[in-house]
């Protein structure tokens, strides 16, 4: 899951949602010097990481997708769930999504001053390119494959995610159901 996943999952409570997207920005295990509420997030984080990695399912559609999609096929598995969460959103949460994330970014995290200034610029990119939003439309989604791709460090085909999507997207939208329904009862 990527960002929308990760709010999602953090059991409709707004003082962890920060902390858990905050887990992408601490490395290793040494963390006990932050407060609690942050500690809660970023172990949350790790645990839907893992969750969705070795899900049997998830696993499968890897296979599927690495040779269209090699090195990638995780990150483009993330964002693809990511989109179909917001796409029917509805399906998976009572509040509308864009009350849900506007909650998000309109929340006043006492722990601000814990966040790293990169984690913060993030959350203000996110914020102001309304990429929340805009992840249930494909172009949303082709905004985000080709914006990462550009960012990873190696050539790649993440920036025709949209095309292996729309190749794939019976065995991608059947895998997302299947976990989202156990994701859901594990983390909620």
């Not at 962890?16 to 290793?28: P, Q, V």
């Not at 997708?65 to 964002?79: E, F, T």
């Not at 102001?128 to 249930?136: A, D, E, S, T, V």
Request: aromatic residues 14%.
């Amino acid at each position: 899951m990527n960002y929308l996943g990760h709010l999602y999952l953090s059991k409709n409570r707004l003082e962890i949602m920060r902390s858990n997207l905050f887990g992408d920005f601490i490395k290793g295990s040494h963390f006990e010097t932050l407060p609690e509420i942050i500690k809660e997030g970023v172990i949350l984080h790790r645990g839907i990481d893992d969750y969705i990695d070795h899900h049997p399912v998830v696993v499968d559609l890897l296979n599927v997708l690495y040779p269209q999609l090699p090195k990638v096929a995780g990150i483009a598995v993330d964002l693809y769930f990511d989109h179909l969460l917001a796409r029917d959103w509805e399906k998976y949460h009572k509040l509308p999504l864009e009350a849900f994330v506007s909650d998000f970014f309109n929340y006043k995290d006492k722990n601000e001053a814990y966040f790293s200034n990169d984690f913060k610029k993030l959350l203000n990119i996110i914020e102001k390119g309304n990429w929340l939003i805009n992840y249930q439309n494909i172009d949303g989604l082709e905004f985000a494959c080709k914006g990462l791709s550009k960012r990873i460090s190696f050539d790649n085909e993440l920036k025709n995610g949209v095309n292996v999507f729309y190749k794939n997207k019976e065995i991608i939208e059947a895998t997302f159901k299947i976990f989202m329904k156990e994701a859901i009862i594990k983390f909620n």
